[in-house]
C-alpha cells in the first residue's frame, strides 16, 4: 500500500491492537510507525476522538524517551472510505519484553534498575506536568534505543480523552477498559486513572525486570499480595521499599509526584557511594568490620572537616597568589571569546599529551541565552521559556555553526551539571546532557564533510563552595558547549592534549577544577559511533 506523496507503506507490524493496524513505513528514506483506525470505526466520532489522541500528545511532549510524531492525517481510498491515520517515529531497538526474553529473563542489576527508573519517572515527570496520563506502563510500552535511552511508547490511551469515551465502545469488547493484566492499577481498571495510577504501573514493570517473572506469577491470592520479594536477593532494602511504595493498593500511600520518586532515588545513590567507600577501605584494610557503621556515620563529618580546611587553605594561597605578578598573569591569559551572532566562539588553541603530540581544540558555547533548565536532561530556558535542542538547532543553522566552527574533524558535546543536589545524580545527568548535545551537534554538521568522528566529555557536576542552585557562578555553567578538533599528531593522546588546552589556554572563567570529573584521574572523553542510515 501506498499513500501519494506521503508514505509507502512496507509490511503489517500487528493488527490486534483494538483500534485498527499497525504498518512499518517509510518517508522518503526515513523508518516509521503508521497506525491505521479500523475500517468499521472509520465513522465513529469517539473512536476517531481517541485515535487522534496520540497525535495530539506526542505533539505536545518533546523528549528523546517520548517518540516524535509526524501527526493525524486522512486518506481516501478508491472506494471512497475515509482512512484515519497517526504517523511517528520509528523506534530502533526492543521493547522490554523481548529484552528480557532474549536475556532468558535473567533479572537485571540494581544499578540498571536504579538507571532504567530514573529515565522513565523523568518521561513520566513531564508527561504528568502537561496533565496527560499514560494509562498502559509495561514492559512491551518501553523500548530500549541502541544507546541505552528508553522511550515510553503506544500513547494511544493517554488523557482524559479515554476516560469521557471508553464507555461509548460498549460494540468492541477489546475496548471496554484501559487494562494491562498484572500492571493496572484498580483504580484505573474501575475506570478512575490518576497520575499514581502510571507510578503502580511502573513499579509492576520493575517487578518484572528485578525478578524476570510477570507479576500475576507472583500473585499470591488468598493473601491478595504480590510476593515478588520472594524472588529478589540482590537489590537493597532501600529499592525494594522504594519500588512497593509505587505500587501501594492506597492511592493516597503512593508518591504524590514524579518529583518525589527522583529525589528518593538520588537519596539511594548516595546510600550506594557511601557503601562503596567503606568496603574499598575495608578491602584495602584501613578499617575493622566491627566499625563499618561508626564509620558511615562520621563519613559526612570527615567530609565535612576535610572541605573546611581545604577551605581556609585555599583562602590564604590566593590572599598571598593575588599579590603576585605571576598569578595576575595567569588570570589575564584567559583566553576572550570572538562572539559570532549568539555564539561565544573560542579560536582553535594547541594543546599537547605526555608525549608532545598536538591536537587544536575551539570552544562553542552554542548561544549564551539558552542554558540547561536545572534538573532536566534535555529541556533549556530560554527567556523564562523552556524549549527544546531542536529549537536551538534552528538558530544555530541560522548562525552558520559549521562555518564558525571553521569545519573541524571531530566534534566532542560536553555535559555539565550546575550546582543540582545529589554528585552522583548529577553526574549521571551530565551526561545524559552530553548525550543531548552530541544529537544536536550529528543534526547540525550531518552534511559537514569534514566531521569524522564524534565523543562525549562528562564533566560532571559544578562544585564551588556556597553555590546556589538558582544562581550562576561563572559564565558558562549551564550553558551548552561543543568543542571543535583539528590537526591532530598522528598518534596523539587526545584526552592530554584536550586537558592541556583547558588548563594552559583557559577560556573565560571556565576552570576544569570547579567541575567533579575534571581532575587528571576522571577527565576522559568517550567515543561514539556515527551511525549511517541505510536506505531501503
Partial sequence: MELPGRYRVIRLLSDKTGFGKVYEAYTKDMPKILKVLREDLSADAAAIKIFQQEATVLGQLHHPGIPKVDGYFQYQTRNGLILHCVAKEKIDGLDLEQWMNKQQYRPISQTQAIAWLQQLVEILNLVHSKQYLHQNIQPANIKLRSNGQLVLVDFGTSIEVVKQYLAQFSHSGEMTSVISSGYSALEQMKGQAVPQSDFFALGRTFTFLLTGRHPLDMYDARKNLLQWRDFVSHVSPTLLDLIDWLMATDIEKRPKTAQEILRQLGEIEQQKVSSNIVNHLQERQFLPTIVKTEIKEQLPLIALLAALMMSLSLIGFMALGMRSPKFSALITQSQASDRKGKIDFFTYQEGRDSQGKTAEFSIAILSTEYKWLLNSTFQIKHND?????????????????????????????????????????????????????QMLAQKLFKNTSSVKGYRLLNLGQFQQNKCPSNQDITAYQRSIIIIGVRKKSKGVILDEALRDRFINQPFADFKLDDYSLGSVDKFATIPQPIVIPIKK
Fill in 385 to 437: 521559556q523552556v524549549v527544546s535542542l531542536d529549537f536551538l538547532k534552528l538558530n544555530l543553522e541560522q548562525d552558520g555553526i559549521q562555518k564558525i566552527m571553521e569545519y573541524p574533524t571531530e566534534i566532542i558535546s560536553v555535559g555539565t551539571a550546575t550546582c543540582e543536589g545529589n554528585l552522583a545524580v548529577a553526574q549521571r545527568r551530565s551526561l545524559e546532557r552530553a548525550k543531548q548535545v
